[in-house]
């Protein structure tokens, strides 16, 4: 057979073009949702490679079309419907627009979005896009409390700069340990070759980083990097894909193998959603120029979905101060 069986044929899907035939809300001045899913193109790419995974918002979308007219059908990675009755739902406010020259423009852009869906009091849900996006994202959250930010990632963005660049890719953490309302950063995934220097590392362990190793999950497990994360405390989780091994999400710009697989991913989200709130998460660096038949994108946009039903319990559970369901 040389054409694919139309899975969306087969499920009954429509032709949507927000993730998972969500409500859309592309005006943020009338957001009125506990859950905003936001893609975001670029913010601060290096001049040599340019916003090389802007087309990421619309390739996750397209991934889980398929699946639009099943959201309210069992999910087996939730135990249960991905928004089980009377939790909330989130809802898909489209693409942020995005300036290939002008990138202050794009960090405005991204800052005074973000803002406004804190004070909708709606928690971000951040689909991209090269990984320098999370550094104005995490500035949007201060003056709202202190933070402990899990880093999911193969590699640990402590780069003072890297091309003369000091807001790119490679320096996200360390611009996140600049922000008086970052109280704590634990940084999950790291293996092989990447950008950092031996020195990056050591102003990382300085800081009070607590480093957790591709290796060191899979030799240990989660359960030491989920006690690192105090009781109630307010988390943003900042994931870039390049963490799961790329048997699973090949597109990506720096395979690396030995990464994490879903499910060690998918529980460090679900457990850090019971240690204390997730108050934003940022899924980054999908590149779909480079992925293999779709592969990447199908786990991440599994994971994103996933993920969404863990906040709707979360923020169900905190309204209604029940147990997980």
């Known amino acids: 057979m040389s054409k694919k069986p139309d899975l969306s044929a087969l499920f009954g899907a429509n032709d949507t073009s927000s993730f998972l ?104 849900i951040v689909i991209g896009g090269d990984d320098s996006i999370p550094i104005p994202v995490l500035q949007a959250f201060e003056g709202q409390k202190k933070y402990t930010i899990l880093q999911i990632d193969a590699h640990i963005d402590w780069r003072k700069s890297h091309m003369d660049e000091t807001l790119g890719l490679s320096s996200t953490m360390r611009r996140a340990s600049e922000m008086n309302h970052i109280e704590r950063i634990i940084q999950v995934g790291s293996r092989g070759l990447g950008s950092a220097h031996s020195d990056d590392l050591a102003d990382a362990l300085n800081w009070g980083v607590s480093l957790f190793t591709a290796y060191d999950v899979h030799s240990n497990g989660i359960r030491d990097i989920l006690e690192k994360i105090p009781e109630h405390s307010n988390i943003i989780i900042s994931l870039d894909v390049d963490a799961l091994d790329p048997s699973i999400v090949p597109g990506v710009i720096g395979r690396t193998p030995g990464g994490l697989t879903y499910f060690q991913t998918l529980d460090l989200i679900k457990g850090a959603s019971k240690k204390g709130r997730i108050c934003g998460i940022n899924f980054v660096e999908y590149m779909p120029e480079v992925d293999v038949d779709g592969i990447g994108a199908l786990t991440t946009s599994r994971l994103i979905a996933a993920s969404m039903g863990i906040l709707s319990r979360q923020e169900f559970n905190q309204t209604y101060n029940l147990d997980d369901t």
């Open 21 to 124: 035939g969500l409500e859309k809300c592309e005006n943020l001045e009338l957001l009125n949702a506990s859950l905003a899913l936001i893609g975001i193109p670029c913010a601060t790419p290096y001049q040599s490679v340019g916003p090389y995974c802007k087309n990421a918002p619309q390739a996750l979308r397209a991934s889980i079309v398929s699946l639009s007219a099943n959201i309210d059908r069992h999910n087996f990675d939730l135990n249960g419907q991905i928004f089980p009755e009377d939790h909330p739902r989130a809802v898909d406010c489209g693409d942020l627009s995005y300036d290939e020259e002008n990138f202050q423009t794009n960090r405005d852009n991204i800052f005074k979005s973000i803002k406004t869906i804190l004070s909708k009091k709606s928690i971000p």
